[in-house]
């Protein structure tokens, strides 16, 4: 998804995990798919992948991917857990009384503002 966001022409080999081919196996043993092979180095964890990309794919030959603002990263994470808890709740008499209904709007950030939020 990443090379397909930054325009990069890429090729992608499907594996049949059960018939791996033997080159495969040799390739990143121990390892399944997602993996990445750069100047004969591989590489195998999925969030070392994509930092990896932000790094050799960067500006200005291709675009910056990663968020202008760190704390984006985060935003409506309190939302979901917020939300998860008040939908989960099997007596929703009580989403009044210990305050879950409430903090809901409360914990939108204002960085989802402006997107049809009010």
Known sequence: MILWLKGVVFSVTTVDLKRKPADLQNLAPGTHPPFITYNSEVKT????????????????K????????????TAGMDIFAKFSA?????????????????GL??????????????
Do not use: Q
Request: proline share 14%; glycine share 6%.
């Open 86 to 102: 008040f939908i989960k709740n099997s007596r929703p008499e009580t989403n009044e009384e210990d305050g879950s209904e409430e």
């Open 62 to 73: 291709y675009s910056k991917l990663s968020p202008k603002h760190p704390e984006s990263n």
């Open 105 to 118: 709007p409360v914990a939108r950030p204002p960085l989802l503002l402006g997107f049809g939020g009010s």
């Open 45 to 60: 964890d999925v969030n070392k992948i994509e930092e990896f990309l932000e790094e050799v794919l960067c500006p200005p």
